[in-house]
């Protein structure tokens, strides 16, 4: 994929999203990231939305920061996300489901940094995924247009890839039902234990934490998660 991404910058079918749509996209997405965002979007239709890193190598030795910066003179501050959206879809359910597919594979990036021990992972991935959700269902984003249905399937695609591969087959509703997600979990974990959705916070995904770089976004995430797991597990022990 990113060499495709690569070859379509050459092509000059991916540019810089400016005005009001990527406004909303930046808005949106400071709701799960404190990290800043740069929109491009591409002319030509896209498998799925795609997320980068300002290092994202497109080529061996060659990061995307760099090449946006000479190829098409974007200034890429350090720890920058990068999301590349189907132009044709900026906007209604389809904008909110490729920002629900950006924000998956968000969360498993910040899984394989190798914060959370290998047997919280499966639990980890679940608390952020329900943390997201409640966040969709915002009024600032119900106000700036995000659809929390078409946000959820997206969110769905790289969570069932993480867990039952690409062709998993299974809708963001069965992905998200606790008793559902507990039986693909202990797929790969076999002692997954993680609280009902609605005792988890929403605040998990730390959009407030300062500053806004990625290893201290993504330590406070670590900290959230793992101080939510040992509650759960005392609330298991106590009752």
């Excluded at 990231?33 to 497109?58: M, Q």
């Excluded at 998956?104 to 952020?128: K, N, T």
């Excluded at 915002?138 to 969110?155: K, T």
């Excluded at 867990?163 to 008793?179: F, I, M, N």
Aim: net charge neutral.
């Amino acid at each position: 994929m990113k060499n495709n991404l690569l070859e379509s910058i050459w092509r000059n079918d991916v540019s810089l999203s400016t005005g009001r749509s990527a406004r909303r996209v930046r808005q949106m997405l400071k709701a799960f990231t404190p990290l800043k965002v740069i929109v491009l979007e591409s002319v030509r239709p896209l498998a799925r939305a795609g997320f980068y890193t300002d290092n994202s190598e497109v080529m061996p030795g060659l990061p995307l920061g760099d090449v946006l910066a000479e190829e098409l003179g974007i200034e890429v501050p350090y720890g920058s996300l990068i999301v590349v959206l189907d132009h044709a879809a900026m906007h209604g359910r389809g904008l909110s489901r490729q920002l629900g597919t950006v924000l998956g594979d968000l969360l498993v990036h910040v899984l394989s940094q190798g914060i959370f021990p290998l047997r919280r992972e499966a639990a980890a991935l679940y608390l952020m995924a329900c943390s997201s959700v409640t966040r969709s269902g915002s009024e600032r984003l119900g106000r700036l247009g995000l659809d929390p249905q078409a946000f959820e399937d997206g969110l769905s695609g790289p969570l069932g890839r993480y867990w039952k591969g690409p062709q998993h087959g299974l809708t963001a509703r069965e992905l998200l039902d606790p008793s559902q997600l507990r039986s693909l979990a202990r797929t790969v974990d076999l002692g997954f234990a993680a609280p009902d959705p609605a005792q988890i916070s929403a605040e998990l995904l730390a959009t407030d934490v300062r500053p806004a770089n990625p290893a201290t976004w993504i330590s406070t995430i670590e900290e959230r998660v793992l101080a939510e797991l040992a509650d759960h597990e005392a609330r298991l022990c106590s009752s």
